[in-house]
C-alpha cells in the first residue's frame, strides 16, 4: 500500500483547500517573522505549487504526472475554485502554463559579525493572501470529498496512488460542528484506490505566544492548548507506515509512530519528498 | 529527508548565505530571473558559475537519491579517465533553516560542466562525419574503461569542438568487457543522420541564429540573473536572454547584475540601479562600488567615501 510509483500512466491528485477567511488578516509569527496569517498561508500554498509543479517538471517540459484542485474557502460562505477559469481540477502540465506572478521578496539574514543584511529574492506566485468573511472549512471539505471520490471512481485511476488533501487553514470552522468536521474528514479518508486511502493533511497556522511548531505529530504530541489544533489532528489521517522512516529521520529518532498527517505553524511541503513522483527510465542491472 | 526545490531555488539566489563551499556560485537565470533548472525523477540540477568555469550542482530529491551515487563517484575517480569531468560529492554543502527554525543541512553532487556546447548545437555546427568518428572514438573509449553509462542520450553529452564527452554518469557501471551502451550509441547515431536530412537546405541559416541570438549589440556580456548587459550605439543597457529589451541602453557604462543590483554610469556619475532600472543610488558619485556579498556600498563624493546599504540607505558620513 501507497507504494505504487507516481506516473503519466499511473497519475495521483492533490487537492489543495485554501482558507481565506477573515481571521486570517491576524498576525502571527512564522519563520522567525511577524506576518498575517493570510501571508503565511498564501507563501505555504505556493510553495506547495511550486513543489509539485517543478517536481513533474523534466527537459521536455512538466508532465502530467497528477490533477491539481485549489479549493478557496471564505467571503459571505463562498468555496470556490481558484484554478484559472473556475476549473476544479487541472493537469499539473496545463496548471504550469499559467505563469505566475513574480514576486520581489526582500529578506534578512545575520552576517557573521552580527550584522543584518538584505537580500532580493525572486518568488512565483499564484496564489495571493486574502482574509475576508467566514470559514466555510466544511462545505470546502465535502467540495474536497467529492472531487476525490469522482477522481478515484475514474477507472485509470483505480490502481493509482491516492489523492493527497491539503488543508491550509487556521482552524476555525464557521459552517459546522465538531462533530460534522470530523464526519466529512472521515469519509475523505475512507475513500481510495487499490493503493491506499485517499490522505488528509491540515497545515494549521496559528498564533502560539510560545512559537510552537510540529511536523506530523506524534500520539504524544497531539496538541493540547488550542482546540482548533485537537480537531484538525483528530480530523488528519494516520501517516502509512511506509512513511514512518522518512518522517522519524526528519524528526529525529525519538520519535515514534504513528504519525499524524498535520503541521502546526510550519508547512508540510516536505511530505512531497517522500513520494516517488516520476518512473526511473534509466538502464539499470 | 531531502530538501524540497524551493529550499534549492531560493539558496541559489542568497548563493553567500545558503553553501558551505560554493558561496561564490552565480546560477544560471531565465528571463524572469529564477534560477534555472533541471530535474530528473531523482535529481534537480542547476547551471553555475563557479571559480571561472561551469559546473552543474545537483540536488538529491529523495532521500534513496544518493546511495547509486555514493557507489558510483568513488569508483569514477579511481578510474582517473581524462574524458570523465571532476564528479563529486559536498557533503553537509547546502545549509537552510526548516519551519521549526532548526538548521539543516544536505548532500549535494558537484560535476564539472567542460567548455563546449550540447549535441544538439554540435549537429548543426559540425559535419556528419566528425560527429559519427567522434561517437565511435567515445565508444571506444567506454569498452577500454570498462565503463557503462547506463543512461547515454543526447542530453548527457557535452561537444567540445574536438570530442563528444559524457555527462551525468549517475548510474554508471564498472567493470564489464561489454558495450552495454551500444543501443544507445546506435540512437545517437541516427540522429547525426536524421539531423542531416533534415537541415540540409537551411543549415547555414539556423547555425547562425542558434548560434549567436543575442545579435544587432555593439558587445554582449553574459547572463546574469536573467539579464545580459550589452552595449549598442546609444550606450548600455540589458536584454532578457531572448534578446528583448528589459533596461534601455541608456549608460555610459553598465556592469552585470548580482544579488538584484547593478553599477551604472551616466554622464553625471555613477549610481546603483535595481532589475526594474530603477535607481536606488542617484546617478551623481565619483565612484559606487556594490559588494553583493556584504549587501553593502561604498561610494565616493568629491574624494570622500560613505558606506549606503542595499536599499540606498547612507549607513556613514562622507570622511
Known sequence: MYTRSITRTHRTAFLVAIDGSGSMAEEIRFRGRSTTKAEAVAAVANELLFELIERARRDDGVRDYYDIALVGYGGDDEVRSLLPGGEELLSVARLAERQPVLRTETVEHRLPDGRIALREITTPCWIGPRAAGQTPMCEALRRCRDLAAAWCARRENAQSFPPVVFNITDGEATDCDDGELRAVAAQIRALGTADGNVLLVNIHLAADEQGRTAFFPAADERPDGNRHARLLYDCASEMPAVFDEAIRAEKGPGALPPFRGMSYNASAAQLLTMLNIGSISIKTE | ?319
Not at chain 2, 530535474?39 to 545537483?58: F, N, S
Not at chain 2, 553532487?109 to 548545437?121: K, V
Not at chain 2, 532600472?277 to 560613505?306: M, N, Q
Request: hydrophobic share 40%; proline share 5%.
Open chain 2, 1 to 319: 529527508m531531502a530538501a524540497p526545490l524551493s529550499v534549492f531555488v531560493r539558496a541559489l539566489q542568497m548563493p553567500r548565505e545558503s553553501f558551505a563551499t560554493l558561496f561564490e556560485l552565480r546560477a544560471a537565470t531565465d528571463p524572469f530571473g529564477l534560477p534555472r533548472t533541471v530535474r530528473t525523477t531523482r535529481l534537480a540540477e542547476a547551471t553555475i558559475d563557479w571559480r571561472g568555469a561551469q559546473w552543474l550542482v545537483a540536488l538529491p530529491l529523495s532521500a534513496s537519491a544518493l546511495s547509486r551515487i555514493e557507489r558510483t563517484a568513488p569508483a569514477l575517480a579511481r578510474l582517473n579517465a581524462p574524458w570523465l569531468a571532476e564528479y563529486r560529492i559536498l557533503r553537509d554543502e547546502l545549509l537552510w533553516e526548516d519551519d521549526m527554525g532548526r538548521p539543516r543541512r544536505h548532500d549535494l553532487l558537484l560535476h564539472r560542466l567542460p567548455s563546449g556546447t550540447d549535441f544538439a548545437e554540435a549537429l548543426l555546427r559540425e559535419r556528419p562525419g566528425r560527429l559519427h568518428a567522434a561517437l565511435d572514438a567515445l565508444e571506444a573509449e567506454f569498452v577500454r574503461a570498462g565503463f557503462v553509462h547506463n543512461n547515454l542520450k543526447a542530453q548527457n553529452l557535452r561537444w567540445t569542438g574536438a570530442q563528444f564527452l559524457p555527462l551525468r554518469y549517475h548510474d554508471a557501471t564498472l567493470g564489464t568487457s561489454r558495450d552495454r551502451d551500444a543501443e544507445a550509441f546506435r540512437a545517437l547515431h541516427r540522429l547525426v543522420d536524421e539531423a542531416t536530412a533534415a537541415t540540409t537546405e537551411v543549415h547555414d541559416i539556423a547555425a547562425a541564429y542558434d548560434a549567436s541570438p543575442l545579435t544587432g549589440h555593439l558587445w554582449v556580456s553574459r547572463t546574469f540573473e536573467g539579464l545580459v548587459c550589452v552595449e549598442d550605439q546609444t550606450g548600455y543597457g540589458y536584454v532578457d536572454t531572448q534578446n528583448r529589451p528589459v533596461i534601455a541602453t541608456q549608460f555610459r557604462w553598465a556592469g552585470d547584475f548580482r544579488e538584484g543590483r547593478a553599477e551604472v554610469e551616466t554622464d553625471e556619475g555613477m549610481g546603483l540601479i535595481d532589475r526594474e532600472g530603477r535607481y536606488v543610488i542617484e546617478p551623481r558619485y565619483e565612484i559606487v562600488d556594490y559588494d553583493a556579498a556584504r549587501s553593502l556600498v561604498r561610494v565616493r563624493r568629491r574624494g570622500k567615501w560613505a558606506t549606503f546599504d542595499y536599499l540606498g540607505r547612507r549607513l556613514t558620513p562622507f570622511e
